[in-house]
């Protein structure tokens, strides 16, 4: 069965540093989404990409934020100088469409991230 | 300020009983989300209701929306212990393509 995969599954860092999360949707996906979830806390919804371009982004994804699409399997999410309080678990999700079951998002397993 | 809530945040219930679990939100949507998550999981699509008055239903869950008065409900039919997770609803405002979770809500379903 096709599923959405995450790389690295851990991630520590250093206060200040860049961090880039990988993702692979599933193949015939056209909509793309990045959520973060602090730890016993609610998901938050950080940014959605469609046709190559972000569709919507939440207050939360700042200028630090950015996500790109390098090639027609990996979405990306890159934070550029991280902050402690960016330690959260960082999911990918995708979707086929707009319509019935098409709507149904599957999300990878997950990228944890801890900022030192 | 776009609120999605969910009550109760924790149930704790025996198995063979049945509960409801609400959501309420507070903007104009007529597309909400069910979804599952176990403890150190992802998330697990549940449901997908797309109108006003739509049910779905899997197995012992069965979920509705009703868009004019702002709420969906996750009715659990004769718990087993296997459903004990935590349950999130989302919703997307009308015009937008931001799912707004909700605050979930801890099921345990004691043997």
């Known amino acids: 069965e096709p599923e959405v995969t995450q790389t690295p599954s851990h991630q520590v860092t250093q206060m200040g540093q860049e961090v880039i999360l990988r993702c692979v949707p599933i193949?015939?996906?056209?909509?793309f989404y990045w959520y973060r979830q602090i730890l016993g806390q609610k998901v938050e919804f950080l940014v959605s990409?469609?046709?190559?371009?972000?569709?919507?982004k939440s207050e939360i994804f700042d200028d630090q934020f950015s996500v790109e699409r390098p090639d027609g399997s990996n979405f990306t999410l890159k934070i550029r100088s991280t902050k402690l309080e960016d330690s959260a678990m960082y999911f990918c999700?995708?979707?086929?469409?707009?319509?019935?079951?098409?709507?149904?998002?599957?999300f990878g397993p997950g990228t944890r991230l801890l900022v030192l | 300020e776009l609120k999605v809530e969910q009550n109760p945040l924790f149930l704790s219930m025996q198995e063979g009983k049945n509960y409801t679990i609400y959501c309420n939100y507070s903007?104009?949507?007529?597309?909400l989300y069910w979804y599952r998550q176990d403890p150190g999981k992802s998330l697990e699509s549940l449901f997908v209701?797309?109108?006003?008055?739509a049910v779905k239903q899997e197995g012992r869950l069965m979920a509705s929306l009703d868009t004019k008065a702002r709420l969906s409900t996750l009715h659990i039919t004769a718990a087993v212990h296997d459903l004990s997770a935590t349950y999130f609803c989302?919703?997307?405002?009308?015009?937008?393509?931001?799912?707004?979770f909700g605050t979930g809500t801890r099921l345990k379903v004691l043997a």
């Open positions: 999700a995708s979707k086929e469409g707009l319509a019935g079951i098409q709507e149904t998002q599957y």
């Open positions: 193949s015939n996906h056209l909509y």
């Open positions: 990409f469609y046709n190559n371009e972000i569709s919507e």
């Open positions: 903007t104009t949507s007529d597309r």
């Open positions: 209701l797309l109108s006003n008055g």
């Open positions: 989302a919703v997307v405002p009308s015009g937008t393509y931001k799912y707004i």
